[in-house]
């Protein structure tokens, strides 16, 4: 293993930096389900992961089966993978760190696995915002696929960090140009450009203006009724989530994604519905089933074929 995956947990990067720590990790693997309206709170924490929880009949692999699977075999690129998302969403970046790097010794042309890595790395980080071997990670991804969301984006806060604020914003406006309107992560990296411009004293509204000209617009989302509506949790329900014992709270977002994926079967043609559905089963460490919700989503929006393929290249799930 390399050096950089013996880190500790993450510390916020110090203040008047150009680009913000929190909003470092919008590329990879999000960590938001549903609607996206609730956040950490509602995956496992490092006090009690999955491994802990009494298994369910359908219940996903824990991390300990997880853990079993890949040291079955060590070049067995997927099970390394799901491993170490596993450990990502559990907030243990070092150890996903780790399995990355393993997945990535058994699958090296995979630019995914490069750069959630380097992802990995700046996360589990407990000095450097971005440091050296995360860098390393990136540049790999990036020789390997140059359109890689998630590399292009880290490769540009490397630009910022090292003062290169210009740079750093041309670099993350071109990949809001080649982002699909609507992606999940296009209003986090239009804010980030801003933030950037703002801190530094550059006018980015031209910038902004140029980069999402031309592009196609995102399909209508149908009217909302009482069939079709996807809503996301009050906020009631959300702090309610905040006093929950981390078991509670997984079983409370498994069951929100469950009554998605329900409400989808009655409208497949929401397709920003499908994007969530496929980022949630990944966020609860399920990427069969959001290889599933691509095909499924695929099969009933074929025009948008595309955007679909396009977002779940950056989440992950197999095509």
């Known amino acids: 293993m390399d050096a950089g995956d013996n880190q500790g947990a993450a510390t916020p990067a110090a203040q008047g930096q150009g680009a913000s720590r929190m909003g470092w990790a919008l590329l990879g693997v999000a960590l938001l389900i ?16 999955s491994a802990s929880a009494p298994a369910k009949p359908d219940a996903p692999p824990t991390i300990e089966q997880l853990e079993a699977r890949a040291q079955q075999d060590p070049l067995d690129a997927k099970a390394w993978q799901e491993l170490g998302f596993a450990y990502f969403t559990a907030a243990r970046y070092a150890d996903a760190a780790r399995a990355y790097r393993q997945a990535a010794e058994g699958d090296p ?26 860098v390393t990670a990136f540049e790999k991804a990036i020789k390997l696929d140059p359109t890689d969301p998630r590399a292009r984006y880290f490769l540009a806060v490397k630009k910022d960090l090292a003062g290169d604020h210009q740079g750093a914003i041309d670099a993350w406006a ?16 239009q804010r980030t450009i801003e933030q950037a411009g703002k801190i530094n004293h550059i006018d980015t509204s031209a ?20 069939g079709n509506a996807i809503p996301g ?55 069969d089933k959001a290889a599933r919700a691509l095909k499924d989503a695929l099969a009933a929006n074929p025009a948008q074929a595309s955007r679909l393929k396009a977002e779940a290249q950056v989440l992950g799930v197999a095509q």
């Open 207 to 226: 910038i902004i203006a140029q980069a999402t000209a031309g592009r196609p617009q995102p399909p209508a989302a149908p009217e909302l009724t009482a």
């Open 109 to 134: 042309d995979n630019a995914v696995l490069w750069s959630a890595l380097g992802e990995a790395r700046v996360m589990a980080s407990e000095s450097d915002p971005l440091p050296l071997e995360a």
């Open 34 to 49: 549903a609607a996206g309206a609730i956040g950490w709170r509602m995956l496992p924490s490092g006090g009690e992961t």
């Open 174 to 189: 071109a990949l809001l140009k080649d982002t699909p309107p609507g992606a999940p992560w296009e209003a986090d990296l």
């Open 233 to 287: 949790p009050s906020q009631a329900e959300i702090d309610g989530a905040s006093r929950m014992r981390p078991s509670e709270q997984d079983d409370m977002a498994r069951g929100m994604v469950e009554s998605l994926e329900a409400k989808l079967k009655a409208n497949p043609a929401n397709v920003d519905g499908w994007v969530m559905l496929m980022r949630s089963r990944m966020t609860l460490g399920e990427p």
